[in-house]
């Protein structure tokens, strides 16, 4: 009865376990393939012209990069379902033994009860007794024996009911798993066929050589005025700062010391909000994919140069718009190389910057709201025949990932 009462518990605590990790599984798995089908919409927009482009190259790479990722997640699924496929069928299997003990035991008890057949035997193996206690133990066992027999009775019927319905969750787990299988071939198919089209695309691109070694030196030159734009919003910070210092020396007649940046209260309120949603901004556009990360790597064309990204690339739809992460005051709106604009807003410390955009909505000075429209992301129509979004998180000048702070 223990071992049955230990397996019951198995059996309760296994469902929940296989529920909370197929669940978390499948929630990735469903976020993966929304992703893919966004990649692939890029693609097939990207398609309708037949020049090979180094953003129809990095979109191809993310679908692959994603592709890979569902496939992962696929066998980490199949892996799931396979170790509760082997626990349930040990379970049936434990169950079953445990019922033929029970039907044995019970099948004494009536073979037993057979031999015994009337109350008047049971009255007189009462009455038989030596004494009045024995007599009262005799019919406590008698009471006792007839509960025990009833609750083996019910206890036969509830392991059968266990049983049939983990023979049917087996039936079912199977079935998934073939499902599974059966997904991951068709994902691998064309996980093959994508890597196809990757190689000759890099083939057509690495002939281009000389036309990426421009464009390389062009985003170079956006990067270092961007650069220098955040500079000048940080020593106009320290300016304001260094006279509020000297304004709060002549009100208390008290030398501050050596003065040095402070943020006002505000400021330091925004700072803190901002902080605290690390890992939960919103995205800067609302539907998108990063084909550029973070940091120094290699060029996805070019043998032997690296790049260096202050932020990440998102590639979007044709039309998208831009929009702020968080709630902050627009610092500068100015034009940058190319013809395009910047915005860059500020979040106490922080700040967050958005390139590449046309018919911007803001100006130095607003206050803007959380995924408030800021302008539309240009579109290199005719060159690249790309949309992207180039952004950017600084803590005052120190540059951030900005994968490390959008929701992911």
């Known amino acids: 009865m223990r071992f049955v009462l230990l397996l019951a518990f198995f059996f309760g605590l296994t469902v929940l376990l296989e529920a909370q990790s197929l669940d978390e599984l499948r929630k990735k798995k469903e976020k993966t393939n929304e992703q893919i089908k966004y990649t692939t ?39 799931v379902l396979a170790d509760f496929i082997d626990q349930n069928a040990w379970l049936v299997s434990s169950l079953n033994s445990d019922l033929e003990q ?17 109350n008047y035997s049971k009255l007189l193996f009462v009455l038989s007794s030596n004494s009045f206690n024995q007599a009262y133990k005799r019919l406590m066992y008698l009471r006792q024996y007839t509960e025990y027999r009833k609750k083996q009775a019910e206890l036969i019927q509830w392991i059968r009911d266990l049983i049939q319905a983990k023979v049917g969750r087996l039936q079912v787990q199977r079935t998934e798993k073939e499902t599974l299988l059966q997904a991951k071939k068709q994902e691998a198919d064309k996980l093959n066929t994508e890597k196809k089209q990757q190689g000759k695309v890099l083939t057509t691109l690495q002939q281009k050589q000389k036309e990426f070694e421009k464009k390389l030196r062009e985003q170079q030159q956006i990067d270092a005025q961007l650069s220098r734009e955040i500079q000048k919003i940080i020593d106009e910070e320290v300016r304001k700062s260094m006279e509020r210092a000297k304004e709060k020396e002549k009100q208390t007649g008290k030398p501050s010391g050596t003065v040095k940046y402070e943020m006002t209260p505000e400021e330091k309120i925004a700072s803190g909000q901002f902080e605290q949603n690390k890992h939960h901004l919103p995205w800067p556009v609302e539907r998108g994919v990063i084909t550029d990360h973070f940091g120094v790597h290699e060029h996805p064309v070019l043998k032997n140069i690296q790049v260096k990204n202050n932020g990440v690339d998102i590639s979007t739809a044709q039309g998208a718009s831009a929009r702020s992460v968080f709630a902050g005051e627009v610092s500068r709106v100015f034009m940058v190389s ?25 100006k130095s000075g607003d206050k803007v709201s959380i995924k408030q429209t800021i302008g539309t992301i240009g579109t290199d129509v005719g060159e690249d025949d790309k949309t992207v979004l180039k952004f950017q998180i600084w803590k005052e000048n120190m540059k951030q990932d900005p994968e490390d702070w959008i929701a992911r």
């Open 41 to 79: 919409k890029l693609l097939e927009d990207a398609k309708k012209s037949e020049k090979q482009t180094l953003s129809k190259y990095k979109i191809l790479n993310k679908q692959i990069e994603l592709r890979t990722n569902l496939i992962t997640g696929i066998n980490s699924e199949v892996g």
């Open 102 to 118: 029970l039907k044995k035991e019970y099948a004494g008890m009536i073979q037993f009860a057979q031999k015994n057949p009337t």
């Open 338 to 362: 190319g013809g395009n604009y910047a915005v860059i807003i500020r979040h106490g410390k922080y700040l967050t910057v958005y390139s590449n955009l046309v018919n911007v909505q803001v």
